[in-house]
């Protein structure tokens, strides 16, 4: 078959679940014989283009508080009217391209099916500058307004596809609750199991970290995941306490180096 992967990372400019998430099942459906080509959000000018498979892009820009993450724009028009050719549609995104597949669906009659990939709400902060997301009635805001407004909208995009893929059954059930009439199926986010079928290793932690007392985070290094608050309580309430507890951040992202300056600060850098 020829696949459209619909993605805001047809390039992976973040580590992110969703990023990782395109290029695995890129390189897993190509090694069952399928054709991809990827769309959606021109992401060339922030990482390159990893595979081999045809990219069909649109113009994008980036988001002030996450600048490798770009939002797409039906542009140019050239590119909108003339979609590649294939024979299913399969979107990995949150925005409004959604509105794209399910319009090649309609005039091409193309099956399409869409992944609920990331939670909206958790998610409405992105839109808000350092100084209004430490504001907290502006963070309830966003959060209400994308668990009211925006999520109605959501409804309508995935009524109007074949089939809804969610992670899990609260998902599956939440969005059936919220109206959503298509098709809804359950399948868990992949792992690539060669990632963790390594032979032993020589322990990497410094050897006065002692074992049975590290505390380790491994995920992207930007703003929603309150890792300034982990580490504001490592310094006030686990460090002091007991000297021999370590924390290790593993990750990357646009908050790191705030991050590193914090954990300096605490005088247990």
Partial sequence: MNIGILTDFPTQSVQSGPAIHTRF????LKARGHKITLMGTD???VADHAGSEPLHLFKSFAYPTHPNVRLPMPWP???VLNPPNVDLIHGQTQTHMI???????RMFRIPTLHTYIVDLPTH???VLSDALYNWKPARDWAYNTASGKLERTWVDMYNDSDVLIV???FHAERWRDKGVKSLIRVVGRPLDPSRFNVSQVKDPFPEHFPRGKRLLVACRHDREKDLHVLIRTFGHRIAPV????SLTLVGNGHYQDRL?????ATGYG
């Fill in 99 to 105: 509105h794209y597949a399910n319009w090649m669906r």
């Fill in 260 to 264: 590193m300056k914090q954990a300096e």
């Fill in 167 to 169: 992670q899990n059954r």
């Fill in 124 to 126: 409405s902060h992105i």
């Fill in 242 to 245: 007991d000297p021999e507890y």
């Fill in 25 to 28: 099942l890129a390189d897993r």
């Fill in 43 to 45: 992401t060339t000018m």
């Fill in 77 to 79: 028009p050239s590119r």
